[in-house]
């Protein structure tokens, strides 16, 4: 019987012991979980052997796997952490040659509506960014087609709203903000030249014409927003714009070719997009307060920039010779691929805590 009671007591101490262990290894687990989420949201391509075609999906890299949403023939332009939910933007294709505008929340498809092109059968529109606000999902993006007139809009939980164009031709919005009860857009039109531009409550503003804006990764990449200060990319430099009063300033970015998004992070202006001083076409680039941190030595693009633990991430693309494009990352100037994929491409950085 003592012996029992030994070999019994024996029994809970090994027992003990091992929970210990394993809850242990457990909790050293859940801390590194318990660190932020690093998201790269983007377009993967996924070979279909039946339709003998790439298919593409909108969707996110986490941790090396990627997780695709199940719509498929999509492409996301960006993405944003907002309102607790991902808020992704971007287009669907179908239907030969129709481009539908929607937005994802938390992979949710919504499509939004377009402008019928009687030439063709076809419709366009297009989305740009997607927010929430109190609720409701704010998208901000464009309509038309062929060579017409472009129509700067936004829809609100799916309701569309029409900005006036002024006459002017080739109208987008970039991004659209709710700040203390008023309703900002800030787009692109064309007035001999390609300019930015601003709409409050319905109303186009002051026309921010230090700048030309155009550039390839303007049209569909957010601006970022730190209290009433909003940071808006363009060509070579950004607009910083105050919606408490409505000023702004522009800041040119030297050997910007163009700038793809820009954040004020912890007191320093971090802006990321291409240089193409090389002379052997754009390559992806980050600047600190208007300091080249870094320039890719092989064709790509950068869109998207986060600081993490004092780690610098850069999300975008690097092409081969044919221009192909492929999602990849910078960590500390280091790049990382995402996939072996061709036409894929990494376009926001999310951190979610």
């Known amino acids: 019987m003592k012996k029992s009671k030994t070999l019994s007591s024996l029994f809970l101490l090994v027992l003990c012991s091992l929970i210990s262990f394993f809850s242990c290894e457990s909790g050293s687990a859940g801390s590194e979980s318990s660190g932020p989420r690093i998201i790269f949201v983007g377009t993967d391509v996924v070979y279909d052997a039946v339709e003998d075609d790439d298919i593409g999906y909108a969707g996110y890299w986490e941790n090396g796997s990627r997780t695709n949403y199940s719509e498929e023939n999509v492409e996301a332009s960006c993405a944003l952490y907002t309102g607790g ?71 609100v939980d799916g309701v569309r709203t029409k900005l006036e164009s002024a006459g002017n031709d080739g109208l987008f919005l970039s991004d659209v903000i709710v700040y ?49 200060m909003l940071y808006m990319p363009c060509e070579n430099g950004y607009f910083v714009f105050d919606m408490s009063n409505d000023t702004y300033s522009f800041t040119e970015v030297a050997d910007a070719h163009y700038l793809s998004r820009v954040k004020n992070i912890s007191g320093h202006i971090y802006a990321v997009g291409t240089n193409s001083t090389a002379g052997n076409g754009d390559m992806a680039c980050l600047w600190i307060d208007g300091v080249e941190e870094f320039e890719e030595t092989t064709k790509s693009e950068a869109y998207d ?33 995402l996939t072996d994929t061709l036409y894929t491409e990494a376009t926001s950085i999310l951190v979610i805590e």
């Open 305 to 337: 920039v986060a600081l993490v633990d004092d780690v610098v991430y850069v999300c975008g693309v690097y092409k081969n010779d044919d221009d192909d494009e492929t999602a990849c990352y910078w960590k500390d100037g280091v790049r990382v691929s």
């Open 85 to 155: 939910s991902i808020y992704a933007a971007g287009i669907k294709y179908y239907n030969g040659s129709d481009e539908r505008a929607c937005y994802w929340v938390d992979g949710v498809l919504t499509l939004l509506e377009s402008i019928p092109d009687p030439e063709n059968d076809a419709t366009l529109s297009f989305t740009a960014t997607a927010r929430d606000f109190d609720g409701s999902a704010y998208v901000a993006g464009g309509m038309g087609y062929g060579t017409s007139t472009g129509v700067a809009c936004y829809w």
């Open 180 to 228: 203390d009860g008023d309703v900002y857009a800030f787009g692109c039109f064309y007035d001999e030249g390609d300019k930015s531009g601003y709409w409050k409550n319905g109303v186009r503003g002051d026309l921010l014409t230090e700048a030309d804006t155009w550039g390839s990764g303007f049209a569909l990449r957010p601006c970022t927003v730190d209290g009433s």
